[in-house]
C-alpha cells in the first residue's frame, strides 16, 4: 500500500523537479549519459563475467560518503569473485570514484536512477544484483521494494540518522517502520544511533553497532616538499615555519564571512596567517571570489593558473581534494554548521589531518563524533558567529595549543580505527556463504 502513496506522490513532484534540475545536469556536462543513466538505462554490463562472479550493487550519494565507501570497495575488488556496480547521486562523487576505480576491469560507475518502478526497474535488468547495499541514511523505497520482490537482501552500512530524521520517525513512526522493513542488516555507526531506533522499534532484525566506517579512511599523505609546492601552487609563496594556514572546510553560503572577518582581524593584529576556503559546492567560487575582492584581499582559485603574488585566500573551486588540502592547514572550520544550514560537513577529515577546528551548533549529522571530541576538549562548539570568530583567532596565535590538539586528534582517531574490517567481516561471510550454496 505504502509503496503505491509514494509512486503516486513521486510523479507530480518529478514533474516539477525535474525541469529545474535539467540546467545543472547540463551544466556538468556528459548530458546524454547522465539523463540516460538517471532513468536507468545502463546498457549491457559485464555480460562475459557474469556465470562465475556475484553482482554487489552498492549506492553512495555524495562525496563523503564515496570516501568512506573506497576502502570497503577496494577490499571487495579485491576478492576478484564478485562484481561491483557503484552507483551514486552527485558528479562530485561520481568524479571521485572514477578517478579511483575508474581503471578496474570488476568496478562499474554510474549513475543512481530516478526511484520511480520503471527507471529501477531498467537498472535493475542491467545490474541483475545478488546484494543491494546503502549508505548512512540513504532509504531508496522503489529501490528496496525491487530488492525484496526478486528476493535479494538490502544492507544499509555506516548507518546513521540526524536529529531531524529521528524526528521525522517519531512522528510518522508507521513510514520508519515500512522503510526499515525492506532492510536485511544494518550496521550503525554508534551504540547511541542504534538504541535512538530500537526505542522506536523500528529497527531490522539483524542490527549491531560498529563504529564509524569514515574513521578508517586513509589521508593521501603528502611530505614537506610535496606540501611547499602544493602551497606555492595556491599562491602562497614566503610561507614562514610561524605562519598559520586556516581551512574552511566545505563551507556553505554565508560561512565564509566568519573565516574572512577572522583573517583580517589577525592581519590588523600583524599574525602571518593565509586562508584557504573550500566550499561544498565548488561552482559557488567565483562568488566567494567577488566577497573576498571587497574585502580587499588578494586571492587565486584553484580551476585558474596563479599569476599573483602575496595571495592571502585561496579558493578551492574544484572537487576531490579536500583530503589533500587539509594537511596543508593549522587549524580550521567545520561547514554547514551555522545558521541557516544545519546538519554539519565531516569533521573526520581535518581529525586525520591533525588539524584542531571549531563547528556552529548545528553538527546533527555528526553529533556521535563531535560529543566525542568535546567531551576530551579536542575541538570547540561555537553558539554564535562571534565567538567562532574569536575562537578562531584565539587558536591561530597559540600555537603551542594547536600542536598539543593536532597530536591529540591523531591519537584519537587511531584509537578508534578497525571498522573497515568488521564490515569486511560481513561481506566476506556472506559472499562465502553464496559461493558455498552455488557450488
Known amino acids: 500500500m505504502l509503496i503505491w502513496i509514494y509512486r503516486l506522490v513521486f510523479v507530480p513532484a518529478f514533474l516539477v523537479l525535474f525541469p529545474l534540475h535539467l540546467p545543472r545536469l547540463i551544466k556538468r556536462g556528459r548530458f546524454l549519459t547522465t539523463v540516460r543513466q538517471r532513468f536507468g538505462f545502463y546498457g549491457a554490463l559485464f555480460v562475459k563475467a557474469r556465470e562465475k562472479k556475484k553482482s554487489l550493487w552498492i549506492q553512495v550519494v555524495s562525496v563523503g560518503e564515496a570516501q568512506a565507501a573506497s576502502p570497503l570497495i577496494q577490499s571487495l575488488n579485491n576478492r576478484r569473485d564478485c562484481l561491483l556496480f557503484i552507483t551514486t547521486t552527485t558528479s562530485t562523487a561520481h568524479t571521485v570514484l572514477n578517478q579511483r576505480f575508474g581503471h578496474c576491469s570488476g568496478i562499474w560507475i554510474g549513475y543512481f536512477p530516478f526511484d520511480f518502478f520503471p527507471f529501477v526497474a531498467n537498472a535493475w535488468r542491467s545490474i541483475q544484483p545478488d546484494l543491494v547495499v546503502l549508505f548512512e541514511s540513504e532509504l531508496w523505497p522503489e529501490l528496496m521494494h525491487r530488492a525484496r520482490s526478486s528476493g535479494v537482501p538490502v544492507w544499509l552500512i555506516n548507518a546513521r540518522h540526524s536529529d531531524k530524521t529521528i524526528q521525522w520517525f517519531i512522528q510518522f513512526p508507521m513510514i520508519a517502520r515500512w522503510l526499515y522493513g525492506y532492510i536485511s542488516k544494518a550496521l550503525f555507526v554508534s551504540r547511541g544511533q542504534l538504541e535512538r531506533l530500537k526505542a522506536l522499534s523500528i529497527c531490522p532484525a539483524e542490527a549491531s553497532a560498529i563504529g564509524q566506517l569514515k574513521f578508517d579512511v586513509s589521508l593521501p599523505c603528502i611530505n614537506q616538499d610535496d606540501r611547499q609546492v602544493l602551497l606555492s601552487s595556491m599562491g602562497f609563496h614566503n610561507v614562514q615555519p610561524e605562519t598559520c594556514i586556516i581551512i574552511g572546510a566545505s563551507t556553505w553560503a554565508g560561512e565564509e564571512k566568519i573565516l574572512l572577518e577572522a583573517l583580517q582581524s589577525l592581519i590588523d593584529d600583524g599574525c602571518d596567517v593565509r586562508l584557504i576556503l573550500v566550499p561544498r559546492h565548488a561552482d559557488r567560487g567565483h562568488d566567494i571570489a567577488t566577497e573576498v575582492a571587497s574585502k580587499g584581499l588578494s586571492y587565486t582559485l584553484r580551476s585558474q593558473p596563479v599569476s599573483s603574488t602575496g595571495v592571502i585566500v585561496h579558493i578551492a573551486d574544484t572537487t576531490g581534494e579536500m583530503q589533500m588540502l587539509c594537511q596543508c592547514a593549522h587549524m580550521g572550520?567545520?561547514?554547514?554548521?551555522?545558521?541557516?544550514?544545519?546538519?554539519?560537513?565531516?569533521?573526520?577529515?581535518?581529525?586525520?589531518?591533525?588539524?584542531?577546528?571549531?563547528?556552529?551548533?548545528?553538527?546533527?549529522?555528526?553529533?556521535?563524533?563531535?560529543?566525542?571530541?568535546?567531551?576530551?576538549?579536542?575541538?570547540?562548539?561555537?553558539?554564535?558567529?562571534?565567538?567562532?570568530?574569536?575562537?578562531?583567532?584565539?587558536?591561530?596565535?597559540?600555537?603551542?595549543?594547536?600542536?598539543?590538539?593536532?597530536?591529540?586528534?591523531?591519537?584519537?582517531?587511531?584509537?578508534?580505527?578497525?571498522?573497515?574490517?568488521?564490515?569486511?567481516?560481513?561481506?566476506?561471510?556472506?559472499l562465502d556463504h553464496v559461493v558455498e550454496e552455488t557450488a
Open 333 to 430: 572550520l567545520i561547514g554547514k554548521s551555522f545558521a541557516p544550514h544545519i546538519g554539519g560537513q565531516n569533521p573526520l577529515e581535518l581529525v586525520a589531518a591533525g588539524v584542531p577546528m571549531v563547528y556552529g551548533p548545528s553538527m546533527s549529522n555528526f553529533r556521535d563524533v563531535c560529543n566525542d571530541l568535546e567531551a576530551e576538549n579536542l575541538s570547540r562548539c561555537c553558539l554564535s558567529r562571534d565567538e567562532a570568530k574569536q575562537s578562531i583567532v584565539s587558536l591561530v596565535k597559540d600555537a603551542s595549543v594547536r600542536q598539543k590538539l593536532s597530536y591529540r586528534l591523531q591519537q584519537w582517531l587511531v584509537a578508534r580505527k578497525g571498522v573497515l574490517s568488521l564490515v569486511v567481516d560481513e561481506f566476506d561471510g556472506f
